[in-house]
C-alpha cells in the first residue's frame, strides 16, 4: 500500500468514526465517550501525514508509533461502546474490523523501518 492509500484509508477510517460518534445516545455518557473517540479516530490521519513528511526515518517512525497508540485508543473505546450497547453491535463490527488491519498495517510499517534503520527496539 502507498503512503497515499493509507493517506486516504486513515481519512476514510476518521468520517466513519464521525458518522459514529453522531448516533451515540445524547447522554452524558455519549457525549463523554464521543468526544473521545471523534479524537482517537480523527488523530491516526493527521498523525501519519505529518509521518509522510517527516524530516528523518527516525521521525517517520517515531509519527508512526503516535498513530499505532491512537489505534489502539479508538479500539478501547469501539470495545467500550459494544460492552455499554450504545448503538447496534452491526455499527461497530465493520468499523473495529477495519481498526484491527489499520493496526496491523502500520505495525508492519514500523517493523520494517525498524529493520530498514537498523534501530532497536524499545
Excluded at 455519549?30 to 509522510?52: D, E, F, K, L, M
Excluded at 517515531?62 to 455499554?84: F, G, P, R, S, T
Excluded at 448503538?87 to 514500523?110: M, R, Y
Aim: hydrophobic letters at 40%; glycine letters at 4%; proline letters at 3%.
Amino acid at each position: 500500500m502507498t503512503r497515499e492509500e493509507m493517506k486516504n484509508r486513515l481519512k476514510v477510517f476518521a468520517v466513519r468514526v464521525i458518522k459514529l460518534v453522531d448516533k451515540l445516545p445524547n447522554t452524558p455518557a455519549g457525549r463523554a465517550i464521543g468526544s473521545q473517540v471523534v479524537r482517537s479516530g480523527t488523530s491516526p490521519g493527521a498523525n501519519y501525514r505529518a509521518a509522510c513528511i517527516g524530516k528523518s526515518d527516525k521521525d517517520f517512525l517515531n509519527k508512526l508509533k503516535m498513530v499505532e497508540e491512537e489505534l489502539d485508543e479508538i479500539a478501547y473505546w469501539l470495545e467500550l461502546i459494544m460492552e455499554l450497547e450504545l448503538v447496534k453491535p452491526e455499527l461497530l463490527q465493520d468499523l473495529h474490523h477495519e481498526n484491527k488491519e489499520l493496526v496491523s498495517i502500520i505495525v508492519k510499517s514500523i517493523i520494517t523501518m525498524r529493520n530498514k534503520q537498523n534501530i532497536e527496539i524499545k
